[in-house]
């Protein structure tokens, strides 16, 4: 059972909008940055989001986030096959003093 | 470019001992917290350990607490985790992954990941 809470699926139209809830509690989320990472078939999990909406250099800023209160949220808009992956939710936890994930949210784009 | 490479894993019998290893360059190693962050096959991510670039300060999974030691050799460029006690559920692969560090101040988020090294722990 994750600390954080993420739907396990969720699924869009080509070209469309998708957004991925991500939710805690005051120990972390309501506390400490949320970030967020995509992890394509296959291969390492890749930063995507960090300090709640930031994006590292070379993310579309088709890519997303937000947070308010004790949830986050990452959205995707026009969405492109190669979106497919498992994406994850992470913040730090000051009442467990650990990096906390969410259990990860696997996006299929029809 | 920063490089992050794991090695060690490989299959240990239940209460066995092993250590991992993280070769890293392309950044300051000392400059930065490191984690090791592991996940079961077809499962989540899991956070297992932190230390800082100075190793003064550890974190510890519970699951992994007083079992797991992880340290670094700065002179080397090189995490490691050290495994003792394995069970069937520390079957994983084992990624490390450099900590974002702004100002002294960890962040907890990982901007670069290894490969990974598959660890089972079987009989």
């Known amino acids: 059972q994750s600390v954080l809470t993420q739907p396990p699926s969720v699924s869009a139209a080509s070209g469309q909008k998708v957004t991925i809830s991500c939710s805690g509690s005051s120990s972390n989320i309501g506390n400490n940055y949320v970030s967020w990472y995509q992890q394509l078939p296959g291969t390492a999990p890749k930063l995507l989001i960090y300090?709640?909406?930031e994006r590292p250099s070379g993310i579309p800023d088709r890519f997303s986030g937000s947070k308010s209160g004790t949830s986050a949220t990452l959205g995707i808009t026009g969405l492109q096959t190669g979106d497919e992956a498992d994406y994850y939710c992470?913040?730090?936890?000051?009442?467990?003093?650990?990096?906390?994930f969410g259990g990860g949210t696997k996006l299929t784009v029809l | 470019e920063v490089q992050l490479v794991e090695s060690g894993g490989g299959l240990v019998q239940p209460g066995g001992s092993l250590r991992l290893s993280c070769a890293v360059s392309?950044?300051?190693?000392?400059?930065?917290?490191m984690s090791w962050v592991r996940q079961p096959p077809g499962k989540g991510l899991e956070w297992v350990s932190l230390i800082s670039g100075s190793a003064y300060t550890t974190h510890y999974a519970d699951s992994v607490k007083g079992r797991f030691t992880i340290s670094r050799d700065n002179s080397k460029n090189t995490l490691y985790l050290q495994m003792n006690s394995l069970r069937a559920e520390d079957t994983a692969i084992y990624y490390c992954a450099k900590d974002r560090v702004v100002q002294g101040v960890i962040m907890h988020y990982f901007d670069y990941w290894g490969h990974g090294t598959l660890v089972t722990v079987s009989s």
């Open positions: 992470g913040s730090w936890d000051s009442s467990l003093s650990a990096v906390v």
């Open positions: 300090e709640n909406n």
């Open positions: 392309g950044f300051t190693f000392s400059s930065y917290a």
